[in-house]
Structures are given as C-alpha cells and as structure tokens.
C-alpha cells in the first residue's frame, strides 16, 4: 500500500526566534514516521528580513517565497508548491505542538475525511495561550454563525483554529481567495458548502514565547473575519430582511385600516408612533434583503429570487423602475392635492401620509437596489 506523502507548510514572517523550535518538532516527526509517511517540510517564507530563511534551511527545510504579503497569501502559496498531497499547517510562532500533528494525519487517512481540525477547545490551553476575549466571545461567535450560515451535518467547534490537516487537491478545488487573517474562516466556510467531511482532533495551544510580537490584531483581524463569513451568506440578508419587512408592512396596514389605537397586551399600539416606527422597522429590512442581493451579485449559488432580479433583461429592468417612479410621482401629487384641499396649512391625514411615503421610500430603494446590483454584477 503507497504511503501518503505528506507537506508541513509553515507560513513564515521574520520568525526567527520561534522557527527553530518549530522545525526541531518537525525534524523529530519526520524522523519518526518515516515508514509510515513521506514528509516534506515546506517553509512559505513571505518576505523575511531576518534570519528565518537561513534557519529553515539549516534544518533542511525547503524554503519557498511567496510574493504576495499576508496570511493567507503565505498558506496559499505554500500549499500550491506543496509536494504532498496531505497538507499540515500551524503557526511558526510554536504556540501549536507539531509532535501532535501524526493524530491528525492518521484521522485523516484512517476516516477517509477531507478536512481534520486541531481543536484547542476541546484540548489544553495552557496559561496565557489564548485572551479571554479570543476564547470566551470572539472564537465562541464566529463558531455560531458559520454554523448557523452554512453547517448540515458537520459543525464547527473551533474556527479560528490555526492547526489543520487536509487533502490538497479538494482545498485547490474549494478556490480560497483571502489573503490575510480570514484565509481561517473561508477555508472551513468553502469546505462546508462543499459538503466535505470534516473532523476535529483534540490539541494542545501554549503562549507566545517572551519577547515575539504577535501579527494578530485582534479587532482588525476579527472584523475581517466576519466580513468573509458574511461575504458567502446572502441568504441570511434575504430570509431576515424579508421577514423584517413583509411582518412590519402587514403592522403598518393594521395601523392604517385599524384607525385608531389599538390596546393589545397592556400596550397601545396602532398609533401615529407605533406606525412611523413599523415604517422604520420595514425599511430597515429592505434593506437588510437588498444587502443580499448586492452580496450575491459576486456568488455562483443564490435563491430564486435574487437570480430572478439579476437575470432580468435590461428593458424589462427599465419598465419596472419606470412603473415605481410612477407610483412614486401619483403618491406626491396626491400628498400635494390633499395638502392643498386644507389651504396648504394643515395636514390632517397622517396614516395616509406614513403609508404612502413608506410605500414611495420602498419603490425607490427598491429600484436603487436592483440598478447598483446590475452594475455590480458586470465586470
């Protein structure tokens, strides 16, 4: 039976007073399981001006450059050059004991998955490895919502892990295009839409060595993170806006049929108040869909509603913002008449104005969004 070929890709900037721990680990693994696997160690150095390129080839590491700065940038590069055809990656700062990479490597193979994570959570954080924040809000959030966006089967136990094991060809298959700190999130983000099938392994997570400046920045970096997430989940835009906006339009012509204020549950609702507000809340889910739909202007799978809009022909695009401005123009000059009927002093129809300027405010937001989304849709 062949055995699998397996490349360490250890992304490299001015790493110089943590690399050589890193490599002496995997110097040991390779030694170790030679009989089981064929290892290569591949440093992805990413423009070091220290002496980390000559400290990864002193331990017989191949060093391969990757031009284009970043995270990610790094990982991609040094995957693409990878020989193997299992993929190992960690952090060059040791926070991360390679000594642990076998159990990954061996889930892989022996369960047939695609992917193998490295969960800190569910292994040893030593004292002082990971912030409160990092471990009690910012990595516990991210879980939720990628689980919530784009988890079936499987679901994610820690995303912002940096210890991973994978087949190469299913990652240059998942098409990664991040190039900074988020290359975490879209990685396990791809593999889940592609129904890949994934694991977790219990590792261990140590300090920062005295001394070594970190290039997490923890708000930049996790803000970054979120915006991928949300880059490939139109869907949650469309389904909460909707909601939003159907429920509170139904609220608003209650209001206006109603007539009067309502008491429901101990509250008066139905009012001149509580209608400016349903029109709020409306406008706000509006645009909250048309989020989505400028979202998945830039996405191959998206709901009908949203390929109906985009698909739709110039000419036909220009008719139906012709037929709401048209709308809008009647619902202004039957504001302008009834303001007129009172000598232009006193408007006292004010459910009819907050519907019909709601309604004016929907077309036109509306039309906004369906023009920005065809020029965004053109490249």
């Not at 002496?51 to 031009?67: D, H, L």
């Not at 060059?92 to 004991?97: L, M, P, R, S, V």
């Not at 593999?191 to 970190?214: F, N, T």
Request: glycine content about 8%; proline content about 3%.
């Amino acid at each position: 039976m062949k055995k699998p070929s397996v490349s360490f890709v250890i992304p490299c900037l001015n790493e110089e007073k943590t690399l050589p721990y890193v490599l002496e680990k995997l110097v040991k693994v390779k030694k170790d399981h030679s009989k089981e696997m064929e290892i290569e160690i591949l440093v992805s150095d990413n423009g070091s001006t220290d002496r980390s390129v000559t400290i990864a080839k002193k331990f017989g590491a191949r060093v391969a450059p990757a031009k284009e700065r970043g995270y990610g940038a790094a990982l991609d590069s040094g995957i693409r050059n990878a020989k193997g055809d299992i993929i190992v990656f960690a952090d060059a700062d040791d926070t991360y004991d390679f000594l642990e990479s076998p159990a990954l490597i061996r889930k892989l193979v022996e369960g047939n998955f695609d992917m193998v994570i490295g969960s800190r959570l569910d292994g040893e954080i030593h004292k002082g490895a990971m912030p409160f924040l990092h471990r009690y809000l910012g990595t516990p959030v991210i879980n939720w919502i990628i689980n919530l966006l784009y988890s079936k089967k499987f679901k994610i136990r820690d995303s912002n892990s940096g210890f991973r094991c994978f087949r190469k060809d299913k990652y240059l298959s998942w098409d990664i295009k991040s190039k900074g700190m988020e290359f975490a999130s879209e990685l396990l983000i791809k593999a889940l839409i592609h129904d890949s099938k994934m694991e977790h392994v219990p590792v261990s997570l140590y300090p920062d060595k005295e001394g070594r400046i970190p290039h997490l920045k923890t708000w930049r970096d996790g803000m970054r993170h979120l915006l991928r997430i949300l880059f490939y989940g139109p869907h949650l835009f469309e389904r909460t806006g909707l909601s939003l906006f159907v429920f509170f339009w139904i609220q608003l012509l209650i209001g206006f049929f109603a007539g009067k204020v309502l008491s429901i549950a101990g509250m008066n609702l139905y009012g001149i108040h509580s209608m400016v507000f349903f029109s709020f809340l409306s406008i706000l889910g509006l645009s909250l869909w048309g989020t989505g739909l400028l979202i998945a202007t830039k996405q191959p799978r998206i709901s009908k509603i949203y390929q109906t809009i985009l698909d739709m022909e110039e000419d036909r695009l220009f008719f139906v913002l012709l037929s709401g401005l048209g709308i809008i123009s009647l619902a202004i000059v039957w504001i302008f008449l009834q303001w007129k009927k009172s000598g232009f002093i006193f408007i006292n129809f004010e459910r009819e104005f907050i519907v019909a300027t709601n309604l004016s405010l929907t077309l036109l937001i509306f039309g906004l969004q369906a023009v920005t989304a065809h020029i965004m849709k053109r490249d």
